[in-house]
C-alpha cells in the first residue's frame, strides 16, 4: 500500500509541475525547449599469456563494454532529466576449474524532474532502478586431502536483488556541477525473483518484495576538473523511519580520461553498506560488512553529445 500511495505520489507531482510549467512555457515564447543528448559506448580488452615463466601467474584474458546516455532538457522554471547506466564484462583463467568469471554487471536507470523554486533550490521528483543482466556466483577453493578444488556458489541474478526508489524533496544546487538533494518522502522497494536469496537481502524467507518508507540524501558533483578529465560522484544514503539509526549507503565515483577522440581510460568504484545484506567476508566469517568494487579500464570509446529543438 505504501509503494502504491508513493508512487502515485511522485506520478501527481510529475504531472501537476508539468502542465505548470507547460502552460508557463506557452506564454514565453523567448524561451528555448531543447533537450541535451551526451552519452559514450566503450570497449576494452586485454590479455595476459604466460608459457614457462619463472615468476609464476595465470594466463588470461578479460573484456567488456559500458554504455552511458544523458539527457536534459531545461526550461525557464524546469529541468527534467533521464539517464542509463550499463556494464558488464566477463575474465577467462585458463587454469581454472571455473574459467569465465564474471567481472562487472551493471543496470541503472533513472530519471528526475526539478521544478525551480529560485536558481539554486529546487522540488525535484526522481526515481531509478538498479539490478545486473546476468548470474552472480562467489568463488571459493579448498584443500581437501592435499588436493585443492575450486567451488562456485551462486548468490545473484537478474532481478535477485533489484532496486527501485522513488523520492520527493527539495534540491540545492549552488554550482552548475554540484548538488545535494534532501528527500522526507521516499520509498526503497526491493525485489527478488528467486527466493533462494531472499534472505540475503533482506526479506523474509519466501518473500520476494519488500517496501521501505523513509528519508533519502543525495549528493552529486560531476565537472571537468581539468581539460579531457572528469570527476563525477554521487553519494547516496537511504534511512527507513522506523530504523533511523541504521543508513543504507550507496557511493559511486569516477574519475574520466579522454585520450583522444576514441581512446579513453577510467578508473571507478563503488561502496555499498547494507544492514540488511549478509556478505561472506574475507576472514570466512558471515554477516554485515562494507562492499567495495574497483576497476581500471582502457579502451576504444565512441562519445557523443548532441542538442535538439
Not at 550499463?86 to 543496470?107: C, E, H, V, W
Not at 538533494?181 to 533482506?202: C, H, Q, W
Amino acid at each position: 500500500m505504501r509503494f502504491i500511495i508513493s508512487t502515485l505520489g511522485v506520478l501527481l507531482f510529475i504531472i501537476t509541475t508539468s502542465n505548470v510549467s507547460k502552460a508557463q512555457d506557452s506564454t514565453d515564447v523567448a524561451t528555448p525547449k531543447l533537450w541535451k543528448h551526451e552519452g559514450k559506448f566503450g570497449l576494452n580488452f586485454s590479455n595476459v599469456g604466460l608459457v614457462n615463466w619463472a615468476g609464476g601467474g595465470e594466463s588470461s584474458y578479460s573484456f567488456g563494454g559500458i554504455q552511458t546516455y544523458k539527457g536534459v532538457r531545461e526550461t525557464d522554471k524546469a529541468i527534467t532529466r533521464i539517464y542509463t547506466d550499463l556494464a558488464y564484462g566477463l575474465i577467462n583463467q585458463s587454469n581454472s576449474t571455473f574459467p569465465m568469471k564474471k567481472t562487472d554487471d551493471r543496470l541503472n536507470l533513472g530519471a528526475d524532474y526539478s521544478y525551480k523554486l529560485n536558481k539554486k533550490f529546487l522540488v525535484t521528483a526522481s526515481g531509478d532502478f538498479r539490478t545486473q543482466f546476468d548470474k552472480g556466483y562467489e568463488y571459493k577453493t579448498e584443500e581437501i586431502n592435499g588436493v585443492k578444488i575450486e567451488t562456485e556458489n551462486q548468490i545473484s541474478a537478474f532481478f535477485a536483488p533489484a532496486y527501485l526508489n522513488l523520492n520527493i524533496g527539495l534540491t540545492y544546487t549552488p554550482k552548475d556541477y554540484l548538488f545535494l538533494t534532501l528527500s522526507p518522502i521516499a520509498n526503497r522497494m526491493t525485489f527478488v525473483t528467486d527466493t533462494v536469496f531472499s534472505e540475503k537481502y533482506g526479506l523474509e524467507p519466501q518473500q520476494t518484495f519488500r517496501d521501505q518508507s523513509g528519508v533519502n540524501i543525495k549528493f552529486g558533483f560531476d565537472k571537468e576538473v581539468v581539460k579531457n578529465v572528469t570527476l563525477k560522484t554521487t553519494y547516496n544514503m537511504f534511512a527507513e523511519y522506523t530504523r533511523m539509526d541504521e543508513w543504507i549507503v550507496n557511493w559511486d565515483f569516477l574519475i574520466d580520461m579522454k585520450v583522444n577522440k576514441y581512446l579513453s581510460c577510467n578508473f571507478s568504484t563503488q561502496l555499498i553498506y547494507d544492514p540488511d545484506v549478509t556478505v561472506d567476508r574475507n576472514d570466512g566469517t558471515t554477516g554485515q560488512a562494507v562492499q567495495f568494487k574497483h576497476a581500471l579500464n582502457i579502451g576504444v570509446v565512441y562519445s557523443f553529445a548532441t542538442s535538439d529543438k
